[in-house]
């Protein structure tokens, strides 16, 4: 059996992207209080998720790569059930003009903000993950 890579994106991460509702300042309130492991973790797992389903609208859409990242960070912020009904589903979702996964949709800015706490906080950009310190 193949990977499944929604089983991959951390329950915690959802658990915060669940909790902020889309709402920037929420999410700041949040990662203001979270060790920096895991403020890391959450811009980490957020870029994987984006970039996880970016692939398929690259594959499905005639949008520019701007448009489908922001597509997809806005999935992403709509929680794992979005996510996990784009990932199974790509096709008929994402190609569907009455599915919301298939119009333009804005970017709410939360991994923007995720970013910018880091950096505020411990004085550093997001270093680039690598394998051994983005494995649970």
């Known amino acids: 059996m193949g990977r499944y890579i929604p089983d991959e994106v951390p329950g915690h991460f959802w658990a915060i992207i669940d909790s902020c509702s889309s709402d ?7 990662l203001a209080d979270l060790p920096k492991e895991q403020v890391l973790r959450f811009c ?40 996990v009904k784009v990932w199974d589903d790509a096709e008929d979702e994402i190609t569907n003009p009455k599915s919301p996964y298939g119009q333009i949709q804005a970017d709410p800015g939360l991994l923007g903000t995720a970013l910018e706490v880091y950096k505020q906080r411990f ?4 270093p680039r993950k690598t394998h051994d310190r983005f494995i649970e």
């Open 44 to 83: 980490w797992n957020y870029q994987e998720a984006v970039g996880q389903i970016a692939t398929l609208y690259h594959e499905l859409t005639h949008f520019s790569e701007d448009t489908d990242e922001d597509i997809c960070s806005w999935v992403v912020a709509q929680g794992e059930d979005a996510f």
């Open 24 to 30: 920037r300042d929420s999410l700041r309130k949040q």
């Open 123 to 126: 004085g550093e950009e997001v």
